[in-house]
């Protein structure tokens, strides 16, 4: 059972370009998000998606996007990366939108350094 | 500002001993949850809260959540090397809201 899966586990960018970090999750869940991680800061939550076709902003959205066109799937596209998106990113994914008897299932992170 | 502190930020204690972290707010929330996150690992979840002054025990771990709901607390017994991680409290202020993350205590169990 693979879980959440994030590509790549590590990505070097020059400002101004743009990727997508992928994620994929085979558990059928319905929830899934984005978050980053700095240090100091705890998990800031990007974007997240509450069912296919379904997105909404975070705490800290600016600079990305995000879509959900199917249930398994939900890539992170960063439009023009900046020094300041130098981070650590995460995508979480759980059976219902934030129930609280539904924990969060994370995959193992993409280190993005933009230089 | 965040709106869950997390304190220590860091602790380094021996294997045996015991320790307590905590998990603050101003705001009152409908749920909290305890992760351990290791190096190059996203978070696992430890344990879900959601009622004031609940209790639960993991093992050696025991976790309490505030009479007002604004607050939790994470003691480990005899801590152990494997315990060594980030400890991460996240909150939801009310059902259907997306979980608030704190900055996390770095535990480092030493031999």
């Known amino acids: 059972n693979a879980g959440v899966t994030q590509t790549p586990k590590f990505q070097v960018l020059k400002t101004g370009q743009s990727m997508t970090l992928q994620c994929a999750q085979d558990m059928n869940h319905e929830y899934m998000s984005w978050y980053r991680q700095d240090p100091g800061m705890g998990l800031r939550l990007i974007h997240y998606s509450v069912g296919a076709g379904i997105t909404d902003q975070g705490e800290v959205p600016n600079g990305y996007n995000v879509s959900r066109s199917t249930t398994e799937d939900f890539p992170l596209r960063l439009l023009s990366a900046a020094p300041s998106q130098t981070s650590v990113y995460f995508c979480a994914s759980s059976v219902k939108a934030t129930s609280y008897n539904s924990p969060l299932h994370f995959g193992n992170g993409t280190r993005l350094t933009v230089t | 500002t965040q709106l869950l502190e997390q304190s220590p930020q860091f602790l380094s204690i021996q294997e045996g001993e015991n320790l307590t972290v905590y998990c603050n707010s101003s705001s009152v929330f409908s749920s909290l949850q305890w992760y351990r996150q290791e190096p190059g690992e996203g978070p696992v979840l430890l344990v879900t809260?959601?009622?004031?002054?609940e209790v639960k025990k993991l093992k050696r771990l025991t976790f309490q959540f505030g009479d007002a709901r604004k607050d939790s607390s994470l003691h480990i017994t005899a801590a152990q090397t494997g315990d060594t991680g980030l400890y991460l409290c996240a909150g939801a202020r009310n059902y259907g809201q997306n979980f608030v993350f704190g900055p996390g205590t770095r535990l480092s169990v030493l031999p």
């Open positions: 809260v959601v009622t004031g002054g």
